[in-house]
């Protein structure tokens, strides 16, 4: 299948330059950065410690808020993508153009992925900036890169859940509804059933298959990511004995991840046909 990419570019460019317009990337930069910051010297708090307190304390703080934060909006932004245009009569309109139904969905993923992308880095740049001045080291400062770029890796997994869910949902309503549900089960309920299977069964069911289970939710693979960027994050949750050295490859972890964007989309592509 042959695709124009000046197509999807033009699509993709709408898509950025509509959220530039209507506010949205500029919230989200706002909140991202407001969050980080707070989180950066308040982050200890509980420990009875304000101000910088190292990379590690933060960066796991800020682990700890973007799985509940980054999913939800990349799920708000993608949501509409498609069914919106059907009830607004305009995706009949754009598919009566020279354009095919894949460079149709995939402008409207790029466009999105790059006003997410935009917010994501400008909102923790600006954390980036206050904890360069704190004389970390190189490896602080990767660990650091680490996290924002897996952020925006699982944003956009989250944000092809939402593509593939504005395809098959009939309104916006149902939509929406959708969105807020898989919100749910990846965040908040995947992770209590996984334990409460391991804890009710005493851990004979499921332990050695507890590991591959995590790469199933992009959130885990995520927390996992950060995890296993540091050695001294890794040894402060206790994962370097439980999970197996074969599966915490960060090159590995990172695949995983692509995989998580490439099969909602292309499940969505073949669906939109």
Known sequence: MRIDFRQVATIASKEFWDRIR?????????VFAAFGLAIAYFGAAQQGGVGFMGIEVT?????????????????????????GERERGS????????????ELLLGKFAGLSAALAFSTLAGFGLTGILLSSQQIDLSG??????????????????????????????????ASGAAIGVWFFFVLVYDLVLL???VGTGGAIGAKAFPFLLLLNPADVFRIL???????????????????????????????????IAAPLGLAAWRFK
Do not use: C, K
């Open 22 to 30: 209507n506010r949205w990337v500029l919230v989200t930069a706002i």
């Open 141 to 174: 400062l990767y660990h650091y890169f680490v996290f924002v770029l897996s952020a925006l890796l699982m944003g956009m997994a989250f944000l092809s859940i939402a593509v593939l869910t504005s395809v098959l949902a009939s309104d916006r309503a149902r």
């Open 91 to 102: 995706l009949d309109l754009l598919l009566s153009m020279p354009i095919t139904r894949f």
């Open 226 to 260: 950060n995890v296993f960027s540091s050695e001294q994050a890794r040894t402060f949750y206790g994962l370097a004995t439980v999970f197996p050295q074969t599966l915490s490859n960060l090159w590995f972890l990172s695949l995983i991840m692509v995989l998580w």
């Open 59 to 83: 960066i796991a703080s800020l682990v700890s808020l973007v799985i509940y934060l980054v999913p939800l909006i990349a799920l708000i932004l993608g949501f509409d993508a498609i069914v």
């Open 196 to 198: 409460g299977i391991l």
